[in-house]
């Protein structure tokens, strides 16, 4: 049975960093393909960064050079770095694993950008 956890949303100051987590247990695999989501309220899900198998990521525009996707040595955590939050980044946010020839999604992770 796979397991995803997100974890390391909170609240931060304009300006500051937080970095969240997507965990995975259970999969027969690792090294998953993962996107990171996010909601705010009244928007729509938009997908903010990805990484392939192969290590390839890929960044919406409206937070390419703040944020950085990447996973550990043993593929099977991923996180998102995420520095210089603004409050338009005020989010759930929604890890989504690619694990075999399922998709599992994350409980999703408030972020709350305010001074």
Excluded: H
């Amino acid at each position: 049975q796979v397991q995803v956890v997100e974890s390391g949303g909170g609240s931060v100051q304009p300006g500051g960093s937080l970095r969240l987590s997507c965990a995975a247990s259970g999969t027969d695999s690792s090294n998953f393909p993962v996107n990171w989501y996010r909601q705010a309220p009244g928007k729509q899900l938009e997908l903010v960064a990805s990484i392939t198998g192969t290590g390839f990521t890929n960044y919406a525009d409206s937070v390419k050079g703040r944020f950085t996707i990447f996973r550990d040595s043993y593929g099977t955590a991923v996180s998102l770095q995420m520095n210089g939050l603004n409050p338009e980044d005020t989010a759930v946010y929604y890890c989504y694993v690619f694990s075999g020839l399922r998709q599992y999604w994350g409980q999703g992770t408030q972020v709350t950008v305010s001074s």
